[in-house]
């Protein structure tokens, strides 16, 4: 049974940074591409950051390119979404998601088969 559990969520100044985990059982990231999303009070789920399995790919969503870092520790079977420079509007339940492509990660959420429960992040002005 897979499972991939979120951490790392919680309440931070405008400005400031967190650092989501991600860690699986179940599956290996080193043969899934690992991605986060995200999904604000009201609005639909988008595509934050995207790490593929086969060669380390990195790839975000414009509007966190350059503040946030995804990487991954095979070691730990863990993803990991470093941000900084939090904005407002960066506001939003996270998830982390997993599929086995090989090709260009996806940045649509039906595309992963493997979905986490979710941790809040909050920004605050």
């Known amino acids: 049974q897979v499972q991939l559990v979120e951490s790392g969520g919680g309440l931070v100044q405008a400005g400031g940074s967190l650092r989501l985990s991600c860690a699986a059982s179940?599956?290996?990231?080193?043969?899934?591409?690992a991605a986060w999303f995200r999904q604000a009070l009201g609005k639909e789920r988008e595509f934050v950051a995207a790490?593929?399995?086969?060669?380390?790919?990195?790839y975000y969503a414009d509007s966190v390119k350059g503040r946030f870092t995804i990487s991954r520790d095979n070691a730990k079977n863990t993803v990991y979404l470093q941000m900084n420079s939090l904005k407002l509007e960066d506001t939003a339940v996270y998830y982390c998601?997993?599929?086995?492509?090989?090709?260009?990660?996806?940045?649509?959420?039906?595309?992963?088969?493997?979905w986490g429960q979710g941790t809040q992040v909050t920004v605050s002005s």
């Open positions: 998601a997993a599929d086995q492509t090989g090709w260009t990660p996806s940045r649509t959420a039906a595309s992963y088969d493997y």
């Open positions: 179940g599956l290996t990231f080193s043969r899934y591409t």
């Open positions: 790490i593929r399995w086969t060669d380390g790919s990195t």
